[in-house]
């Protein structure tokens, strides 16, 4: 299951973290977060140990939105190192995703 990530435990979550992190910005109210949910949740067993995957919910947590400047959601960023790596907006394929977090594994 995907980390429930908050403005409160980014850092030690995700800007700590030894392992790639996959944090999607979402809301309840997107239709397109909802699509995208599934995918972000199976990637969470897929990859457990490997990556951590995360999902913050906008509305709840300006504060991590504001500082990455997510304006547009579902934004999915790929963190290595404290650094954004990668990033996806919008609703797009599994695979897109799977290959930003597989090439960002292969670069570790």
């Not at 109210?29 to 199976?42: A, N, Q, S, T, V």
């Not at 400047?69 to 960023?77: D, M």
């Not at 954004?84 to 292969?106: T, W």
Request: with cysteine; charged share 25%; aromatic share 6%.
């Amino acid at each position: 299951m995907a980390l429930e990530i908050t403005d409160a435990n980014f850092e030690e979550l995700v800007l700590n973290s030894e392992i790639p992190v996959v944090v999607d910005f979402w809301a309840e109210w997107c239709g397109p977060c909802r699509m995208l949910g599934p995918i972000i949740e199976k990637m969470a067993g897929d990859y457990e140990g490997k990556a951590v995957i995360g999902k913050v919910n906008v509305d709840e947590n300006p504060g991590v939105s504001a500082k990455f400047g997510v304006r547009n959601i579902p934004t999915v960023l790929f963190i290595k190192g404290g650094e954004v790596a990668e990033k996806s907006v919008g609703a797009v394929p599994e695979s897109a995703l799977v290959g930003k977090l597989e090439s960002l594994l292969k670069s570790s």
